[in-house]
């Protein structure tokens, strides 16, 4: 995605923002196809012979059922966006909140929607999530943003005094892999739903004197150490942020990426995710691995 904002000094493009960014929170699970629900209602989870739909590997689906979750469904969220306008200057360090803000709206829109989808099969949560944004051919400033993962129902109700849903009464959400999730069961911990943070920033251009400066020496360009690390700090305590809110113990599996979609080299977006888990019992203890002695030659 490519933004068409102006620096207020120069007129040169520095990036975009999202038209209709909206508050952070985002609605919850509107704009879910009436043809989504009626494919979902025809899955009739639990019915006898009715079948499920899963992205999940042959070695995830069985370690998930091993943890003691049946897969019930595919379930998704899109959201595509348009690319508004976003002013930032020339030779100055800032975070552009327009496209901030709105880059966090329309991937809380496909994460709603997905989830809607899985609240419609009754699921307990949501494994092997995965988001990503797709650049279409519908234009420059167009992108879509998608969620897609596998609902799963318990085969058990949670430990006393907790439920498999997060404390907003909402299915769990969890990127993890099914071998991870798996572990995460095992171990006595539950997801509680993935937790994001981004920052979309504008890192300032060097001044032509310094520049020519520096030519030719190894030295520090301070000003963009200073703008990528506070682009991060940003990301990461919005990340933080989110799993205080569900109350977490912590956040699992949390990656770290930069984005430079087609803003130019001076706005990047740093995007933080991880999987917000909380403990299901006060003893932690993993089995060991058993060794295994081949008997063949």
């Known amino acids: 995605m490519r933004g068409s904002g102006e620096d207020e000094a120069t007129g040169a493009?520095?990036?975009?923002?999202?038209?209709?960014?909206?508050?952070?929170?985002?609605?919850?699970?509107?704009?879910?196809?009436?043809?989504?629900?009626?494919?979902?209602?025809?899955?009739?989870?639990?019915?006898?012979?009715?079948?499920?739909?899963?992205?999940?590997?042959?070695?995830?689906?069985?370690?998930?059922?091993e943890a003691g979750f049946r897969p019930i469904g595919l379930v998704l969220g899109s959201s595509i966006y348009h690319v508004g306008i976003q002013l930032g200057r020339w030779n100055k360090n800032q975070e552009l909140e327009t496209l901030s803000q709105a880059m966090y709206h329309a991937r809380e829109l496909a994460m709603t929607r997905m989830e809607a989808e899985a609240a419609q099969l009754g699921a307990d949560g949501i494994v092997g999530v995965r988001l990503s944004v797709e650049a279409r051919e519908f234009g420059n400033d167009i992108a879509e943003f998608i969620a897609i993962g596998t609902a799963v129902k318990g085969d058990r109700p949670a430990p006393a005094g907790t439920a498999w849903r997060n404390n907003k009464g909402q299915p769990f959400t969890s990127d993890l892999s099914g071998q991870d999730f798996w572990t995460l069961i095992r171990a006595g911990y539950a997801p509680l739903g993935m937790v994001m943070g981004t920052c979309v920033y504008h890192i300032a251009h060097q001044r032509m004197g310094a520049a020519f400066s520096n030519f030719g020496k190894n030295v520090e360009i301070e000003q963009f150490t200073q703008a990528l690390y506070d682009a991060r700090e940003l990301a990461m305590a919005r990340m933080q942020a989110e799993a205080e809110e569900l109350e977490a113990e912590g956040v699992v599996g949390v990656q770290l990426n930069a984005h430079n979609h087609r803003w130019g080299g001076h706005t990047t977006e740093f995007f933080s995710i991880g999987t917000a888990v909380r403990p299901l019992r006060q003893d932690h203890e993993i089995e060991r691995p058993t060794m295994v002695l081949s008997l063949d030659g």
């Not at 704009?31 to 739909?53: H, N, W």
């Open 13 to 65: 493009p520095v990036g975009g923002g999202l038209a209709g960014g909206g508050p952070a929170g985002g609605p919850s699970g509107r704009g879910v196809p009436a043809d989504a629900m009626r494919r979902l209602a025809e899955l009739e989870p639990g019915r006898a012979g009715s079948i499920f739909t899963s992205d999940l590997s042959v070695n995830e689906f069985l370690l998930v059922r």
